[in-house]
């Protein structure tokens, strides 16, 4: 009788954990930090201000756990889409947008998207963010220690109907030592109706000479989405490496019943990373990697001192990771391992009920939601070779599950999680 009593109260606890925590809902899926832009001039010159279909929201206030801040939606903006983007946030969130509410983030460290075509009018409009005070999801962030209520970069953004969701890159080297490029666009529609669009597409070199272009017409039933895949081949000395960091350019635009309605310019550096016996390799050759650990807001003005010091590569630390970090590392020929923000050190490393979460199954889909949505947010960025897990976590279900989903997006990148003691779950992958 002892016995039955202790195995339901093992699954009453379960279940109480369960209940506790909240799981994210009305979010996009994540995707790579794209622009939108009205024109192809200003698509070209790349301007990271602001424009017709994209505008920063700024001049937030702050009241307690609540940050709000206004916004305009002009009459060009009629019957298209309306997207918000929070580059991050200080805690587990709910967004509302005019006192309803958008949907709800249990992982702030990462960028979100919310579509609030339906929620906005023209003209004048309110967006609140309200932190979640009771936060269970704080268990996985012991890095934090009484956070305020912040937001990063807030960008407030207009698509078509039909319109590109996202950007996908694989590069494969062949025999001949050159590589073949397989370039994804993924379209989306918001539409309850079947909608045709007809996707224009340019690749370009570092030198501005077109490697490939193209259109491809596409029909999406209800909300539906699809990928439009195409080939380029790659000289092998302009693939990305430490030593040369030039990106391609990827040009996109759509096109309903003869209107061109968003225009994209995306930079695409191609390169092969993979972890071989331990040891990383970048297009097929061998590097040693020199790790320095820093925070995902790590001033870019001191790389060029890291590098001086010797160190090729960084490590992130778990938190929030800024996009001009990343986009400089591209452009220095910098690696960098991005970090999960998945932290449970205070919980201690106890693998039985009331341990650490990383073996309680009721937190299975919080650990994986977070492992997907570093490696979604920062996919794109070549100088991203690795990808870990959690840190100073322990080790136990929620990460073998997490290990196994992120193996099915077929990414050549390892997977690791250091504190793994000899356990399968981890790509091996050599650092000093």
Same mark, same amino acid.
Request: glycine letters at 8%; hydrophobic letters at 35%.
């Given at each position: 009788?002892?016995?039955?009593?202790?195995?339901?109260?093992?699954?009453?606890?379960?279940?109480?954990? %369960? =209940?506790?925590? *909240?799981?994210?809902?009305?979010?996009?899926?994540?995707?790579?930090?794209?622009?939108?832009?009205?024109?192809? %001039?200003?698509?070209?010159?790349?301007?990271?201000?602001? $424009?017709?279909?994209?505008?920063?929201?700024?001049?937030?206030?702050?009241?307690? $756990?609540?940050?709000?801040?206004?916004?305009?939606? !002009?009459?060009?903006?009629?019957?298209?889409?309306?997207?918000?983007?929070?580059?991050?946030?200080?805690?587990?969130?709910?967004?509302?947008?005019?006192?309803?509410?958008?949907?709800?983030?249990?992982?702030?460290?990462?960028?979100?998207?919310?579509?609030?075509?339906?929620?906005?009018?023209?003209?004048?409009?309110?967006?609140?963010?309200?932190?979640?005070?009771?936060?269970?999801? @704080?268990?996985?962030?012991?890095?934090?220690?009484?956070?305020?209520?912040?937001?990063?970069?807030?960008?407030?953004?207009?698509? !078509?109907?039909?319109?590109?969701?996202?950007?996908?890159?694989?590069?494969?080297?062949?025999?001949?030592?050159?590589?073949? %490029?397989?370039?994804?666009?993924?379209?989306?529609?918001?539409?309850?109706?079947?909608? *045709?669009?007809?996707?224009?597409?340019? +690749?370009?070199?570092?030198?501005?000479?077109?490697?490939?272009?193209?259109?491809?017409?596409?029909?999406?039933?209800?909300?539906?989405?699809?990928?439009?895949?195409?080939?380029?081949?790659?000289?092998?000395?302009?693939?990305?490496?430490?030593?040369?960091? @030039?990106?391609?350019?990827? =040009?996109?635009?759509? =096109?309903?019943?003869?209107?061109?309605?968003?225009?994209?310019? #995306?930079?695409?550096?191609?390169? *092969?990373?993979?972890?071989? #016996?331990?040891?990383?390799?970048?297009?097929?050759? !061998? &590097? @040693?990697?020199?790790?320095?650990? &820093?925070?995902?807001?790590?001033?870019?003005?001191?790389?060029?001192?890291?590098?001086?010091?010797?160190?090729?590569?960084?490590?992130?630390?778990?938190?929030?990771?800024?996009? !001009?970090?990343?986009?400089?590392?591209?452009? +220095?020929?910098? /690696?960098?391992?991005? =970090?999960?923000?998945?932290?449970?050190?205070?919980?201690?490393?106890?693998?039985?009920?009331?341990?650490?979460?990383?073996?309680?199954?009721?937190?299975?889909?919080?650990?994986?939601?977070?492992?997907?949505?570093? /490696?979604?947010?920062?996919?794109?960025?070549?100088?991203?070779?690795?990808?870990?897990? @959690?840190?100073?976590?322990?080790?136990?279900?929620?990460? /073998?599950?997490?290990?196994?989903?992120?193996?099915?997006?077929?990414?050549?990148?390892?997977?690791?999680?250091?504190?793994?003691?000899?356990?399968?779950?981890?790509?091996?992958?050599? *650092?000093?």
């Amino acid at each position: 009788m002892r016995i039955i009593l202790s195995i339901i109260a093992l699954i009453s606890f379960g279940t109480a954990v %369960a =209940q506790e925590y *909240t799981p994210s809902f009305g979010r996009e899926l994540p995707r790579s930090a794209i622009r939108i832009y009205p024109t192809a %001039a200003e698509a070209a010159e790349q301007g990271g201000t602001g $424009n017709r279909y994209m505008v920063p929201v700024a001049a937030w206030e702050a009241d307690g $756990n609540r940050l709000s801040a206004s916004f305009t939606v !002009p009459f060009v903006w009629i019957n298209r889409q309306v997207f918000l983007r929070l580059g991050w946030v200080s805690g587990a969130y709910e967004v509302r947008i005019n006192g309803r509410t958008a949907g709800y983030d249990a992982d702030g460290n990462v960028p979100a998207e919310y579509n609030i075509t339906k929620l906005v009018e023209e003209g004048r409009n309110r967006v609140e963010i309200l932190l979640d005070e009771s936060n269970p999801a @704080a268990v996985l962030e012991s890095w934090k220690e009484n956070p305020r209520a912040e937001t990063g970069p807030a960008w407030v953004i207009s698509q !078509p109907t039909l319109h590109v969701r996202d950007i996908l890159s694989r590069t494969r080297i062949g025999e001949d030592g050159d590589a073949t %490029a397989e370039i994804g666009i993924v379209l989306k529609t918001g539409s309850l109706n079947p909608r *045709t669009s007809r996707i224009y597409y340019t +690749l370009l070199s570092p030198s501005g000479n077109t490697v490939t272009t193209g259109s491809r017409e596409i029909t999406l039933g209800m909300r539906r989405e699809d990928t439009v895949r195409f080939l380029a081949r790659i000289p092998y000395d302009s693939l990305w490496c430490d030593t040369l960091t @030039a990106p391609y350019r990827l =040009q996109l635009k759509t =096109q309903h019943e003869g209107r061109y309605e968003e225009y994209l310019e #995306q930079p695409l550096a191609f390169r *092969t990373a993979e972890a071989e #016996q331990g040891r990383m390799t970048i297009n097929g050759r !061998p &590097v @040693a990697l020199k790790c320095r650990e &820093v925070p995902g807001n790590y001033a870019p003005s001191e790389l060029r001192k890291l590098r001086g010091e010797g160190y090729n590569t960084l490590r992130l630390l778990p938190g929030p990771v800024a996009e !001009p970090l990343l986009d400089s590392c591209d452009r +220095l020929g910098l /690696y960098v391992i991005v =970090q999960a923000p998945v932290d449970t050190r205070r919980s201690g490393d106890s693998r039985r009920v009331g341990g650490n979460p990383t073996n309680d199954p009721a937190w299975r889909e919080a650990y994986i939601e977070r492992a997907l949505d570093s /490696y979604h947010t920062t996919k794109l960025h070549p100088s991203v070779i690795a990808f870990s897990l @959690a840190i100073q976590s322990a080790n136990g279900i929620n990460l /073998y599950e997490s290990y196994l989903k992120v193996k099915e997006l077929h990414e050549s990148r390892p997977f690791i999680y250091p504190d793994v003691e000899g356990e399968w779950n981890s790509d091996k992958l050599l *650092t000093e």
